[in-house]
């Protein structure tokens, strides 16, 4: 008699609980819905491309220091320089006194290139 009791009461308990804790999708008014959704000019507007120039610098040691020659000039330049120049296409040279001329692609000073 007691199981009986015991379930009964859980039946109407959970059939209290509000349809919110429910796992479904909150409904949204077609007003918040226009006012939130992206529209095509926002999602497909141009932005703005990086535009790269070659930079040159001088380091210590040989073009295999670190690697291959452009994975050398490569961390050379992340580390003497700031990362948002971001670094591509390195090359090196070997130079005499055990120096290494290490050339870049970084972004510009005036960096970018409106579409």
């Given at each position: 008699m007691k199981v009986v009791a015991i379930f009964l009461a859980?039946?109407?308990l959970f059939s209290l609980i509000?349809?919110?804790?429910?796992?479904e999708e909150p409904k949204v008014a077609p007003t918040e819905e226009l006012m939130f959704a992206p529209t095509e000019e926002l999602m497909f507007?141009?932005?703005n491309?990086?535009?790269?120039c070659r930079s040159r610098q001088v380091f210590d040691g040989s073009c295999t220091d670190r690697g291959s020659p452009r994975t050398t000039c490569f961390?050379?330049?992340l580390g003497a320089r700031s990362a948002s120049e971001m670094p591509?296409?390195?090359d090196c040279t070997p130079q005499p006194n055990n120096k290494r001329l290490c050339e870049?692609?970084?972004i510009c000073t005036d960096c970018c290139v409106k579409n």
């Open positions: 859980s039946c109407v509000p349809t919110h804790l429910s796992h507007a141009p932005s491309q990086p535009r790269y961390l050379d330049f591509k296409n390195c870049c692609s970084v």
